[in-house]
């Protein structure tokens, strides 16, 4: 009966690196297979659907994306890439919304239990393994990672942590590319990675000059490559940024006071530490205070190895996670972009980096291996038990009764609010062809051009027009105001749907 673990020992004993790197493909394996499980617990939405048909695009020819107008994080060579891959595969248009953010995010699980297992002594190895495990691989958080595709920018910090492997091996054009990459698909690797990167070089100018100066460089050669590529995909016809959204802003003085309120309430939630207001007498207040407990431990981790590190006692690796932390706290705190708790997200670095930090040093700080192996199962169980409930949870309901009402119509081209329309292409498989649009001047529908292409509104048989119910902007009496009556109002799946006898046509911008 053990002849099979007797045999996997002997040849882990004698193949240490193969079975190492079988151990972690067997885990992200596991990973991908549990949060997809996640995942489909959650309802995608038209953010989601716009990966997917931007991929599909490509597929078609389209590299460039031409006509297509995006945002700020293009994801261009972060996540698209993985979705052309997804979309070659998939067996319908909707699954890669439902693996890809899966299998994103257990590759920087993955990577991070990889960096501990390198780089922490043997007989720490399990400790931090399991530290990482507790954490990161069962998230608390109930939007983001692992569920959500581009927006969590979970990919980024793949990137970023493939840099610093790469760097602290002294492979700086390696890292340099792997930077710009990062860099062009989402400007935050940029105030986040960069600045990092370029702050920890500046800081080893007296320690190691050379090593320093083609740090600074790597971080200046990556962000000269973003510019360029931003230029290049211009001037061949590629893609367009948002206007309204080609600058970004330092938050107004006045507003500062409640950023640094929304970074703590955010941290508190990515963490589930926020017991504020909740019930003394609890269960799940107990867990949530494990997790308050857990986060002022580790913020006095990462103080405790910045102090260190500011002393003169400090490694390559260390320097760039905390620099990157910093980085990613000043960007929350000085920017005018967080609104609500849903800005959790960009603070998900906090989170992953700081697990990993502390992961990596909890033993050079004198924290005695005894306290690790009393608190670690009591950590581990207040994670795994709200995530647990979370992927059990029934599969969400997609759109389908919708989608096959509009079809069995004979019905194929059709505008709609930005939340109904790519949704519902891609959960028809293309079947349908759903542009959004938005009111315009006098409250004319014209092309919303926000994750949508300009030769999509090309459409001479569009014969109908769906608005989820649940918006008020635009609804279905501007359209019948704009079209005329219909002859036909239906409401299906929560999505209002109006059929036209006769073609209908927004104006080309």
């Not at 320690?207 to 061949?236: C, N, S």
């Not at 329309?421 to 649009?437: E, F, K, P, W």
Request: hydrophobic share 55%.
């Amino acid at each position: 009966m053990n002849y099979v673990p007797i045999r996997l020992k002997r040849f882990a004993e004698s193949n240490p690196k193969l079975a190492g790197a079988g151990g972690l493909v067997l885990c992200f394996l596991v990973l991908v297979a549990v949060y997809t499980r996640l995942s489909l617990t959650g309802s995608k939405n038209s953010d989601d659907a716009a990966l997917v048909l931007e991929a599909r695009d490509i597929l078609h020819g389209n590299i460039l994306l031409h006509g297509w107008t995006l945002p700020l994080d293009t994801f261009y060579t972060t996540d698209i890439p993985l979705y052309v891959v997804g979309a070659l595969f998939a067996t319908d248009h909707a699954r890669p919304m439902y693996v890809i953010p899966a299998a994103e995010y257990a590759l920087i699980v993955v990577l991070c239990i990889a960096t501990v297992w390198k780089r922490v002594p043997a007989v720490s190895k399990a400790i931090s393994v399991l530290f990482i495990i507790s954490i990161i691989a069962f998230p608390a958080l109930t939007f983001g990672p692992p569920t959500e595709g581009g927006g969590d920018h979970v990919i980024v910090l793949i990137f970023l942590l493939a840099a610093f492997w790469l760097l602290s091996s002294d492979r700086f054009v390696a890292a340099a590319i792997v930077l710009a990459l990062a860099d062009i698909g989402d400007p935050l690797a940029v105030w986040i990675g960069n600045l990092a990167i370029g702050a920890v070089g500046l800081r080893m100018l007296t320690i190691e000059r050379r090593r320093a100066i083609r740090m600074v460089t790597v971080a200046g050669a990556a962000a000269i490559i973003w510019k360029l590529a931003d230029l290049l995909i211009r001037h061949f016809g590629g893609f367009q940024i948002s206007a309204g959204l080609a600058k970004d802003e330092f938050v107004p003085l006045s507003k500062l006071s409640a950023n640094l309120y929304q970074f703590v309430a955010s941290v508190l939630v990515i963490f589930d530490a926020n017991f504020f207001g909740r019930q003394v007498e609890s269960f799940a207040t107990m867990l949530v205070l494990v997790h308050f407990a857990l986060l002022l431990f580790m913020v006095w981790a990462v103080v405790r190895l910045i102090r260190r590190s500011l002393a003169g006692e400090w490694e390559i690796m260390t320097e760039l996670l905390w620099m990157t932390m910093a980085a990613d706290a000043a960007a929350f705190i000085l920017s005018a972009h967080p609104g609500d708790l849903a800005s959790a997200r960009y603070l998900v670095p906090l989170l992953i980096y700081g697990t990993l930090l502390v992961a990596l040093a909890w033993s050079a700080l004198g924290i005695e291996r005894k306290y690790f192996q009393y608190l670690l199962p009591v950590i581990l169980l207040s994670y795994a038990v709200g995530f647990t409930i979370r992927t059990m949870a029934p599969i969400a309901a997609n759109p389908t009764d919708a989608v096959e009402y509009i079809e069995s119509k004979g019905l194929k081209e059709g505008y709609g609010s930005y939340w109904s329309a790519g949704i519902l292409t891609v959960m028809s498989n293309g079947d349908l062809h759903v542009r959004q649009v938005t009111p315009g001047p006098g409250g004319v529908l014209v092309p919303y051009r926000w994750l949508s292409a300009a030769q999509w509104y090309d459409a001479p048989d569009a014969r109908f027009a769906v608005f989820d119910s649940r918006e008020f902007i635009p609804d279905i009496s501007r359209a019948v105001m704009m079209w005329g009556q219909p002859q036909e109002i239906k409401t299906i799946d929560g999505y209002h749907i109006a059929i036209w006898g006769e073609p209908i046509h927004v104006p080309q911008q």
